[in-house]
């Protein structure tokens, strides 16, 4: 028997054929056909069945699906079978923690209603349905007890100081670098970073704390959250690399003043250079008893800055403007095509035989100067 869900009368297109009138006449004899369906994961299976009554053919649609009699599927399987990473066990813990049971007074049922239904909707406002899509519940054995006792409506003393202890391994964890979640050799393709792993796990430990934000306790471990977030090595790479971007403002303002100097080119501009110029750290020469500082230090461990660089090429141009300029150029002409003419050898002539017949000598060539 097969579990048939809509039948529809049919009749063939083409009833003079010879396929449609073999096929008719093989169901009026009282035959079915059965019509099968190719599966996707490989396979068929009987999707429609030709059949006749009383001399009218008729199609019967059949339930491919799964059997209301056969097992339900795991809640693991996924669509296509493919398994998935649901928190299977922490959802049946959620239901169990919220269990209501029959009271033997009735006044105040109302008033516990609402109250587990506060409780449920505070619980579940961050409940990530996949092992996945959370760092703090993926692996507990580093956020309890906190987790546990966050949920509390009111924290005591003692359990404040358990959550401040589960934050300060988290920040010594952070600190030896060691990775938030133990490496899984059979997943494919390379995980978050370290730093992103750490920045996503406090914003998210931030986050639930937040929401269960009730009691003065809950307020304090959120302050020590935070002030650990702040110190976090990923947000003091941020501010380094803001304290950069400072000093590369102010090294493009330096250069600014450098082109200044350049373009006046004066003594007085060069002492300001050596101003500005930074020194590198000495030791304090406050005693009387220091000797004097020498003129040659030991050159710096780290490379020069920019700010060095221009004051050395600035000083190389002004070392080339102090010496004496080529006597052609000083002397040269301006020819007709707007540049500098000037005769070289001059008084050398040079005299060959034609000329010493003709008496004439060979003339200056001039070359063009720039």
């Known amino acids: 028997m097969h579990a048939v869900t809509c039948m529809h009368r ?4 083409e009833v003079n054929s010879r396929p449609s009138s073999c096929l008719i006449h093989f169901l009026l004899n009282g035959r079915s056909v059965n019509l099968e369906l190719v599966r996707r994961v490989g396979g068929k299976v009987i999707s429609h069945i030709l059949t006749s009554h009383g001399g009218d053919i008729f199609m019967h649609t059949l339930a491919t699906g799964r059997s209301i009699l056969e097992d339900p599927p795991s809640i693991s399987e996924g669509y296509g079978g493919r398994v998935t990473d649901y928190r299977i066990t922490d959802f049946g ?31 579940t406002m961050y409940w990530p349905l996949t092992i996945s899509a959370t760092y703090i519940y993926n692996n507990k054995q580093l956020f309890e007890p906190l ?35 133990p490496s899984n050799p059979g997943t494919r393709g390379k995980g978050p970073k370290r730093d992103e792993q750490y920045r996503q796990m406090w914003s998210e430990l931030e ?14 471990l959120l302050q020590t959250l935070l002030d650990f977030k702040n110190k976090s090595p990923a947000n003091m790479i941020a501010d380094e690399s803001k304290h950069t971007k ?14 200044d100097m350049n373009s006046s080119s004066s003594p007085g501009s060069l002492e300001r250079a050596s101003v500005i110029r930074p020194t590198p750290p000495t030791a304090s020469t406050d005693s009387p008893l220091s000797p004097p500082l020498s003129s040659r230090g030991k050159p710096a461990a780290r490379g020069r800055s920019l700010l060095d660089i221009c004051v ?14 080529f006597y052609g ?22 005299k060959d035989e034609a000329g010493e017949r003709g008496g004439k000598g060979s003339k200056a060539a001039p070359v063009v100067v720039e």
């Open 93 to 123: 813990i959620l239901m169990r923690s919220n269990k209501l049971m029959s009271a033997r007074r009735v006044s105040s049922a109302d008033k516990l209603n609402e109250k587990m239904k506060t409780k449920v909707e505070r619980q």
């Open 312 to 325: 050395n090429r600035s000083k190389a141009s002004l070392h080339r403007s102090k010496r004496a300029d």
């Open 147 to 181: 987790l546990t006792l966050v949920q509390k409506e009111e924290i005591s003393d003692a359990a404040l100081i358990q959550c401040n202890q589960c934050v300060y391994n988290l920040v010594a964890l952070e600190a030896k670098h060691e990775p938030l979640l």
């Open 246 to 259: 400072i000093e590369l403002n102010q090294a493009l303002r330096e250069l600014d003043i450098i082109k």
């Open 207 to 220: 986050h639930v704390v937040r929401i269960n934000n009730r009691s003065e306790n809950h307020a304090k």
């Open 329 to 350: 150029r000083l002397n040269a002409e301006q020819g007709p095509n707007g540049n500098l003419v000037s005769k070289l050898y001059v008084d050398l002539v040079v």
């Open 10 to 13: 049919i009749t063939p297109v």
